[in-house]
């Protein structure tokens, strides 16, 4: 191990001088699970074995809430705080989402609706590893965590996804490599290409291009990120989750050069993410909680905490727990909320906004994303309706922030102003935070113990030969094809309870997906007053949901977040508009409070017929003692030791000494 | 008493808030970029004043100078004239020389001196067929040529020795006189080297009525060259590097802009050692290609595919390019310059006029440049650079015959040929000023930092990228050019 500790010393080093490519890193030799060389044995590569020579990847395993999804928090159904009823894990692995409608039910559950290899071979944003690994199947050792997602500047991910729907998860790490021209397919395998690797059958580490992890690794599940070297391209699909949920793109090119058509788009000179445009990765902000580099003291009284590990000791076992924020509604890793960088941990205000009036008060309650994500630029899920599928077996979404055929390349995308949602931060302040709303529609069975009716009995219930059934199709033929009168409802409701569903209800829930990528340059942050201050405040600008409401079912919020406004149907279609009151701000010159009007009315009033009063009072008094002929008496009773004013003498003043007589 | 004085100043002071509120203010001035540019004298329509019949280019210069007496002394004072600078010490040595266009090497047409009577249809006078061409005498003033630098019809023409073309109406030419424009500058300045974009990489035809796109000043501002090329007795500021050492009076940003303009404490720290052109001019050639490669070598071949562009059996094989990232280097404002007759070392890129300065120059900063490079004609016996004749009778357009090309061509520049030619590798640089972008479309952080960046910090003399490491520089001593100035 001694050599390796060099090796990693010496690797720590151009860590620490912030080299960009980690050139130090030593050849390596790709192992099979029995650690033999694959050379040799010609056996899917084991990324616990081959990086575990020298990184702890027991480890790193047991410390990754990326590895775990959830599955060491789990609960009982429902137990889950902001969960929905059926979920029975905070993260991906037992919670339900409404927009893959993937749910993998609690353990000995007959009903389920696939079982763990099924949901690792259709859940594409697992970095493997934890549940993964233990999947049990006869012919399948498991997915282990797969380094080189991660850690490799171009791993095929599609490929790994083909090998994981294929059910061949033990070649899924290795099929990671396709790109690399170290190994070729074969039938039920993968070869190695034994010309690429050195005499002694290890491998230069430049020829994996093993590095840190940068944002392009963490955009191929988490969204899009790239570096800029083409024009942007938006594919509106879920597989970029967080530019469909959020519309955030994380990129430094200008968005004007883009290949997006959005509309105005020769204005936007701004980067997609000013962040990204100034070099940062995802890491910079979400480092591993046990990175030297970023260890700072827990202690208030300390500036600096020497006692941090050593490059060397992080390298051997860094936490691939990342330093995460507090605001995902429902996300995992909630032990480590807060502590990413946030905003004020690197920039400081005096200086950028003194411009700014009331600035404690802006501060206290808005956030930074408020003002500096005003506008985002890439369309985003706004509602998901799987109450009635597609003839092609898909639900319906309808995107925010494009005219158009989301499919079309050409439709004009419009970006969208994100709504602002009241959000309590680890200071137990609330504060506004940008974000955006997708409103779920679907079918929940169960009555008192409730859960998502089953994909394969919806679609069972819908389609005949991949038809609707005559009913179905009979009631959808009036209207729109969705589920937005009585008939049609009942008609759906009908074939449910056709296939075995019980009590088949419509449901509807609102998440909140708040915003913090897409940042733009302060000249593009909001510093018009009246962007709030205003009557048409946009605080209070109706934020279109859906243009149709399943069933007439009002949504309800889930995810943790309070929305601070009303959900009000019009059109048939539902918007949420915001209120200022229910969020507890009066916002000056926009809020019409009535109290505050009659107690200024008051005030005014009370101010006047005081003025005047006073000023009557006076003026009575002072034609009384003119008719008297003495002098004011509150001369008198203000200066009791002054003389009487001197006569004979004009220019003597106040202060001038009293007259020889009194000395 | 003090009471009705209180009254009448309460019921006053909102009669004055509402007075002050109403008056308008005095208007603010709006930042215009001719706010710093000085306004010409109204222009003199001159179709009444001249009158004709003007039967040669020196009988138009003629009637100008019964107004303009001393406009001729003033012009043969200047390099656009003598095509010679001043004399100076050569940057790096003691030697005072006296270079210019007439008697330097280039890698492209190689040497004006030798093919003077083809070059000159480019000089401000009339009647430059050889050596023997009077430069100074008083006579020789009505030899100036004022049209080509004022005339507006859009239809003077120079042809050989710098005589008007045959049909060119002069009367109506000499009528049209005024202040010059973007035509008259770029009539040569944007066709050097024998077409439009040939040299330069920052000026070309896309520029006679730029877009914004192309250029900010004379696109969206409308700015003519000698707006910011301000002009005093016919003395035109601004120095190219290809015809001088940088000696001279320049051209710069800041003669108009404050030397830290952005507003940002980072972007302004950028200013000690990046040029302003480095971030706005991010791109050259932006719409017309520029010549970026030139081989001589290949000229002559017959039966080969002759494409402007690529090949012509005259003058060789091209590569051109077009909107493309400029080089980057260390530049202090003065260039090396090779000197006609000055031995190389044909192992080696020969460096025609390297930019001077590194990191540690206060006066050097990293600049844009296009790097011509090319291959051309040299002596294997002497090692230096020959200068062939290749126009006219004997030159190697008519004959295709190096060695006769070189023996005429050496005539005139005073060399010795031995008879034996080879080809060398050669580099001419050009810094780029021209093209210049707003803020919205300069360079950002990750143009030159990061992995993205187009920057090698380390050839600048950088231990590596300054964002990531500070401003940390080799210990070694680092050459100021770049690529081949390094080596």
């Not at chain 2, 005024?178 to 070309?204: E, I």
Request: proline share 8%; net charge positive; with cysteine.
């Amino acid at each position: 191990m001694m050599p390796l500790r060099c090796a990693i010393a010496f690797w720590s080093v151009s860590l620490a001088a912030g080299a960009t490519a980690l050139a130090g890193h030593p050849p390596i030799t790709l192992r099979d699970q029995q650690g033999k060389n694959v050379l040799d044995s010609a056996r899917p590569i084991s990324t616990v074995q081959s990086c575990g020579r020298c990184h702890d990847t027991r480890y790193i395993a047991t410390h990754s809430y990326h590895v775990a999804l959830g599955s060491d928090e789990t609960a009982a159904p429902g137990a889950i705080p902001s969960g929905r009823a059926w979920d029975w894990s905070p993260g991906p692995l037992g919670r339900w989402d409404p927009l893959t409608y993937r749910y993998l039910a609690p353990p000995g559950d007959a009903r389920h609706d696939r079982d763990l290899a099924e949901w690792v071979s259709t859940y594409p944003r697992h970095v493997g590893g934890g549940p993964a690994q233990c999947i049990g199947l006869p012919k399948a050792d498991g997915v282990e965590m797969n380094c080189f997602l991660c850690h490799t500047p171009k791993p095929d991910n599609e490929t790994r996804l083909k090998e994981l729907q294929q059910g061949r998860f033990d070649w899924a790490n290795t099929a990671t490599l396709a790109s690399t021209g170290l190994i070729r397919p074969v039938q039920g395998g993968w070869a190695y290409q034994r010309q690429s690797f050195m005499a002694d059958g290890s491998l230069q580490a430049s020829r994996l291009g093993i590095r840190e992890a940068r944002s392009e690794n963490c955009g191929l599940c988490h969204g899009l990120t790239d570096r800029g070297e083409q024009p942007l391209r938006l594919d509106l699909s879920l597989r970029q989750w967080s530019t469909a949920t959020e519309g955030q793109v994380f990129s430094p090119q200008r968005i004007c050069e883009s290949a997006v058509n959005l509309r105005d788009k020769e204005h936007l000179t701004r980067a997609w993410d000013v962040h990204a445009e100034r070099l940062l990765e995802c890491a910079s902000c979400h480092f591993s909680i046990n990175n030297p580099a970023f260890s700072e003291p827990k202690l208030g009284h300390l500036k600096f905490e020497p006692r941090r590990l050593a490059p060397g000791q992080y390298l051997e076992q860094p936490s691939h727990q990342f330093a995460r924020g507090h605001t995902s509604p429902g996300g995992l890793g909630h032990d480590f909320d807060g502590t990413m960088r946030r905003c004020e941990d690197c920039h400081t205000v005096a200086g950028t906004h003194d411009w700014l009036p009331y600035r404690q008060s802006h501060f206290a309650r808005l956030s930074c994303e408020a003002c500096h994500i005003s506008q985002v630029y890439a369309p985003a899920v706004r509602q998901v309706d799987w109450t009635l599928l597609t003839p092609s077996g898909q639900p319906r979404i309808e995107w925010r922030g494009i005219e158009g055929d989301p499919a079309d390349p050409t439709a004009e995308v419009t970006g969208f102003r994100p709504v602002l949602l009241p959000v309590q931060g680890l200071d137990g302040r609330s504060r506004l935070v940008p974000h955006n709303l997708i409103a779920a529609w679907y079918w929940v069975e169960g009555g008192q113990s409730p859960r998502p009716v089953r994909l394969a009995d919806l679609k069972a219930a819908l389609f005949q030969d991949g038809k609707y059934y005559p009913d179905v199709a009979h009631a959808l033929a009036i209207g729109r094809a969705v589920l937005d009168t009585p008939d049609k409802v009942e008609a759906v409701r009908r074939r449910l309870k056709a296939v075995g569903v019980v009590d088949p209800q419509i449901e509807a829930d609102v998440e909140p997906h708040a915003l913090h990528h897409g940042v733009g340059p302060a000249k593009w942050a909001i510093r018009q007053c009246e962007t709030c201050h205003a009557a048409d405040s946009r605080l209070s600008q109706p934020f279109k949901l859906a243009s149709y409401m399943p069933g007439g079912v009002l949504p309800k919020a889930v995810g943790g977040s309070e929305l601070s406004g009303d959900l009000q149907s019009a059109d048939r279609g539902l918007t949420y508009r915001p209120s200022t009151r229910q969020a507890a701000l009066y916002v000056l010159g926009h809020n019409r409070w009535p109290w505050v009007n009659a107690l200024g009315g008051f005030s005014l009033l009370a101010v006047v017929v005081g003025v005047v009063l006073h000023a009557g009072l006076r003026i009575r008094v002072a034609q009384q003692r003119k008719k008297r002929g003495s002098p004011p008496s509150h001369s008198a009773s203000r200066s009791p030791r002054l003389p009487p004013p001197p006569t004979g003498n004009g220019s003597q003043s106040a202060s001038t000494p009293p007259p020889a007589e009194s000395s | 008493m003090w009471l009705r004085v209180t009254l009448l100043l309460a019921a006053a002071a909102p009669i004055a808030g509402l007075t002050l509120a109403l008056v308008p203010g005095k208007p603010v001035p709006v930042d215009t970029p001719w706010k710093h540019v000085p306004q010409p004298a109204p222009h003199v329509d001159h179709s009444q004043l001249i009158t004709g019949p003007l039967e040669s280019g020196p009988a138009v210069t003629r009637a100008c100078l019964k107004c303009h007496p001393n406009a001729a002394r003033q012009v043969m004072q200047t390099s656009h004239w003598t095509w010679a600078g001043e004399k100076v010490k050569l940057p790096g040595s003691n030697q005072v020389v006296q270079v210019g266009k007439a008697n330097l090497v280039n890698n492209f047409c190689i040497h004006a001196g030798a093919n003077i009577e083809k070059c000159s249809a480019c000089h401000a006078g009339y009647g430059w067929h050889d050596t023997s061409f009077d430069f100074t005498s008083p006579k020789s003033e009505e030899n100036v040529d004022c049209l080509v630098c004022h005339e507006q019809t859009g239809s003077y023409q120079k042809g050989n020795a710098g005589m008007p073309e045959k049909g060119v109406d002069l009367v109506a030419v000499a009528k049209s006189v005024a202040r010059p424009t973007r035509k008259n500058c770029g009539d040569c300045h944007f066709r050097g080297g024998g077409g439009d974009a040939v040299k330069h990489g920052d000026l070309d035809g896309s520029m006679y009525f730029p877009k914004e796109r192309i250029d900010v000043h004379m696109g969206e501002a409308g700015f003519q060259c000698v707006d910011c090329h301000q002009t005093h007795d016919h003395r035109i500021p601004g120095c190219s590097m290809s015809v001088g050492t940088g000696a001279g009076r320049r051209v710069s940003c800041t003669d108009c802009h404050h030397e830290k303009p952005h507003g940002d404490q980072r972007l302004d720290a950028h200013t000690a050692k990046v040029a302003c052109q480095t971030c706005h001019i991010p791109r050259m050639a932006i719409d017309v290609p520029t010549k970026m490669y030139w081989d001589w070598s290949q000229a002559g071949q017959n039966g080969r595919k002759e494409d402007p562009h690529e090949y012509l059996k005259i003058k060789g094989s091209f590569k051109y390019a077009q909107n493309l990232r400029p080089e980057y280097y260390w530049y202090n404002g003065n260039a090396y310059r090779y000197l006609t007759g000055q031995h190389i070392n044909p192992s080696q890129v020969v460096l025609i006029n390297k930019p001077l300065g590194g990191p540690r120059d206060p006066e050097a900063k990293i600049w844009p440049f296009k790097v011509h490079r090319g291959r051309q004609i040299y002596d294997t016996v002497n090692n230096y650079l020959l200068t062939p004749r290749t126009w006219g009778p004997g030159g190697y357009w008519t004959d295709f015959d190096w060695d006769e090309a070189c023996r005429l061509g050496v005539e005139t520049s005073g060399l010795k040929y031995s008879g034996h030619y080879g080809w060398v590798e050669t580099a001419m640089y050009w810094p780029l000023s021209h093209m210049v972008q707003p803020k919205e479309k300069a360079l950002q952080c990750v143009d030159c930092h990061g992995d993205r960046g187009v920057l090698n910090w380390r050839q600048l003399g950088y231990e590596g990228d300054p964002a990531f490491r500070g401003v940390a520089y080799r210990s070694q001593r680092v050459g100021g050019g770049g690529p081949e100035g390094s080596r």
